[in-house]
């Protein structure tokens, strides 16, 4: 076998991130060498990959999903929502530009070389290559320069499977009508579809794909049941709505998280292994009430930190916030977070405002460099009795402490973030992920319930098994349910030739341009 095929949707957030990890993850373990793509994706949680650059967190998902370290081809153009119709532009890991919507579609074709050069790249070292599309494969406004679904499948010759999500409903017409926007040379390479998130009797809803094969030529491909606990690294907050796993509690009681629903929240994958923990409850919220009574309040990551914070007294969260630290209760800040939670912020760079006051909870000052901050990060944690830690570091904001203590060191013996407050009660790193280190966060919880008086036990579980068998069940997934043989058929012969053109075969030409920038880059 040797090719690459494209998963693309009828939409956003219809499942080609989890099913493309659960192809990645079905072919490692049939022993076809398999690395994931997604040649633009917009999000704001990423991860620093094994090469030094930034990707999108999915795509470092998905590397593990085929058992390989992540890298910088997986995602070559990474986009950031920065706020005011703004986004940050990375490319090949860097970042290279900020530009509004229009600006950046008349700059995409001239990254359509980096992104077919790390494809390339790519398939000359592996067996496979998954890729994913972003939104939806018929952004027909979006077509003339796109490089991420039907463009990027041209420019490299690739099979495309069309996806739906059926419990949002018309899921069918979503697939035809999808198909048939496309003009007749994108529909020649749309090889198949796929049925994800369906409940109920299969038999209903087969003459439904029966009338959708003989419509269009194409097969469906398989029908993915609708399962919950599927927990996947996610994008963007589309998936905040859906709520975290709970397991039942060891001891008598349970942890209550409540992590802030900044407006530009990023990374918030932070607090996954909290919620694989037995007995924390996880959930994302902007309710003042539920940040009183939470046991702990976690400030996640954002991308603009000054614009958040600014957010948080807009609410009156910040007063609710103040008012944890000085009774004691616990709060957590992380990179963003933990900049809000500072006497000072000096930001001429990303929201531009000079000095801004923080919450003056932490005694720290960030200062805001031009140059971003990309690392990963392996230590201990001094404040957590030395438990072994680690993260990794996206940001351009640079903290410096004048007090408290810190409660991590990296392997160097430079540390790394500061506690302080009554107690021992506000904690604050840059690094993002040390929660998924066992050891960090079985003994942070630890102090949390003790905090709260409360009989919380950890469970024994790693978080990097927790991971691995949720990758090895979306592998699980896609054989149960996907038409596996015919999927690696496309990847090693491609597109069938002859495929019919669904009518109309494409959208009329638009009579004029857009007056207006609607937002940032999609």
Known sequence: MSGAILLAGTASDVGKSVITAGLCRHLMRSGVSVAPFKAQNMALNAAVAADGGEIGRAQAAQ???????????????????????????????????????????????????????????????????????A????????????LANMGLARAANMPVVLIADIDRG????????????????????????????????????????????????????????????????????LSLDRPLPFTEPIGTDSIEVAV?????????????????????????????????????????????????????????????????????????????GYQMLGHRIIDDVESGEGTVHGLGLLPVTTVFAADKTLANHTGTAPGLGGAIAGGYSIRHGR??????????????????????????????????????????????????????????????????AVRERRLDRLGDLVADHLDVKALQDLLADGAPPGLPVAPPGGAPAPRTLPQSNPGGPR
Request: hydrophobic letters at 40%; one cysteine or more.
């Open 63 to 133: 590397a593990a999903a085929c058992g390989i370290p992540a890298e910088t081809a997986m995602n070559p153009i990474l986009i950031k929502p920065t706020g005011e119709r703004r986004s940050q532009v990375v490319v090949m890991g860097r970042p290279a530009f900020d530009a509004g919507a229009r600006d950046y579609h008349s700059r995409r074709h001239t990254l359509m070389p980096a992104v077919l050069d790390a494809l390339n790249d790519l398939k000359r070292r592996f067996d496979a290559v998954v890729c994913e599309g």
């Open 135 to 146: 939104g939806s494969a018929a952004e027909i406004n979006l077509r003339p320069h796109d």
């Open 170 to 237: 018309g899921a069918l017409a979503s697939l035809y009508g999808t198909l048939a926007l496309l003009e007749p040379a994108d529909q020649a390479l749309i090889s198949g579809f796929v049925i994800n998130r369906f409940r109920g009797d299969r038999a209903v809803l087969e003459p439904g794909l029966e009338q959708l094969t003989e419509l269009t030529g194409r097969p469906c491909l398989g029908v993915l049941p609708h399962l919950d606990g599927l927990d996947f690294d996610a994008e963007d907050s």
């Open 260 to 336: 802030v629903r900044l407006p530009r929240i990023s990374n918030f994958t932070d607090v996954d292994a909290l919620a694989a923990e037995p007995g924390v409850n996880v959930r994302y919220t902007a309710g003042p009430d539920d940040v009183r009574r939470a046991d702990l309040v976690v400030l996640p990551g954002t991308k603009t930190t000054v614009g958040d914070l600014r957010w948080l007294h807009r609410t009156g969260l910040a007063e609710v916030i103040i008012a944890r630290a000085s009774a004691g209760r616990p709060i957590l800040g992380v990179c963003g």
């Open 399 to 464: 903290p410096e402490v004048d007090g408290g203590r810190a409660w991590l060191r990296d392997d160097a013996g430079r540390d790394e973030g500061c506690v302080s407050g009554i107690g021992d009660s506000v904690w604050g790193t840059s690094w993002h992920g040390v929660l998924e280190h066992d050891e960090a966060r079985r003994a942070f919880l630890a102090r949390v319930a003790d905090a709260a008086g409360l009989d919380w036990k950890p469970g024994s579980e790693s978080f990097a």
